[in-house]
């Protein structure tokens, strides 16, 4: 009786907790990632006005996830260009991604065609998505609207049934929980 106790109890238990994921208000969700979009500045001062709070600049990674962000931004309205948190700046024509995990070789790509051109004579060294959802490097110093990025926060959902706290429960031949 005693095992069955015990193990009638694990299953109350297990059976109350049920985990979710939420993003900060106002944060949109995608496949357990949150989203958010800022006005139009720098692309450094858009790595680092994330960075500073914890979150990422936003790093596309799949094409539905630029699907997802083009949409965003697209009903978000009036704009023309924002900023990807990858760069070549470093070395020219190596486009890496600065992410949480650090700086990682940018692997999904979306260039619009005949892009990156490094255009300038002083060259194009930071990632922007275009209106039409395609990737354009362009000068640094443009003021772009940013997206920052952060993994959604696992959350306890509310108990759907209550049961004492301090009683244990057997569960019975008839597979349901007795006091
Ligand atoms: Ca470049
Ligand atoms: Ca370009």
């Not at 039409?132 to 920052?148: A, L």
């Given at each position: 009786m005693a095992v069955s106790k015990l193990s009638g109890f694990i299953l109350a238990v297990l059976f109350l907790r049920t985990v979710n994921a939420v993003c900060p208000p106002n944060w949109v969700e995608y496949r357990s990632r949150c989203y958010h979009t800022y006005t139009a500045m720098t692309w450094a001062d858009a790595k680092a006005y994330c960075e500073e709070r914890g979150w990422e600049m936003l790093v596309i990674e799949s094409p539905e996830e630029n699907a997802f962000v083009h949409e965003e931004l697209t009903a978000s309205g009036g704009w023309t260009r924002a900023w990807l948190?990858?760069?070549?700046?470093?070395?020219?024509?190596h486009w890496v991604c600065y992410s949480a995990a650090g700086v990682e070789e940018m692997k999904y790509m979306n260039w619009v065609?005949?892009?990156?051109?490094?255009?300038?004579i002083d060259g194009e060294h930071c990632l922007s998505m275009r209106d039409i959802g395609g990737w354009n490097d362009i000068q640094c110093h443009n003021t772009c609207p940013i997206v920052c990025e952060t993994s959604s926060i696992p959350i306890e959902a509310e108990p759907t049934r209550v049961l004492p706290a301090t009683s244990c429960y057997v569960l019975g031949d008839d597979g349901r929980i007795h006091p």
């Amino acid at each position: 009786m005693a095992v069955s106790k015990l193990s009638g109890f694990i299953l109350a238990v297990l059976f109350l907790r049920t985990v979710n994921a939420v993003c900060p208000p106002n944060w949109v969700e995608y496949r357990s990632r949150c989203y958010h979009t800022y006005t139009a500045m720098t692309w450094a001062d858009a790595k680092a006005y994330c960075e500073e709070r914890g979150w990422e600049m936003l790093v596309i990674e799949s094409p539905e996830e630029n699907a997802f962000v083009h949409e965003e931004l697209t009903a978000s309205g009036g704009w023309t260009r924002a900023w990807l948190g990858c760069s070549d700046e470093a070395l020219e024509d190596h486009w890496v991604c600065y992410s949480a995990a650090g700086v990682e070789e940018m692997k999904y790509m979306n260039w619009v065609p005949g892009q990156p051109d490094n255009y300038y004579i002083d060259g194009e060294h930071c990632l922007s998505m275009r209106d039409i959802g395609g990737w354009n490097d362009i000068q640094c110093h443009n003021t772009c609207p940013i997206v920052c990025e952060t993994s959604s926060i696992p959350i306890e959902a509310e108990p759907t049934r209550v049961l004492p706290a301090t009683s244990c429960y057997v569960l019975g031949d008839d597979g349901r929980i007795h006091p």
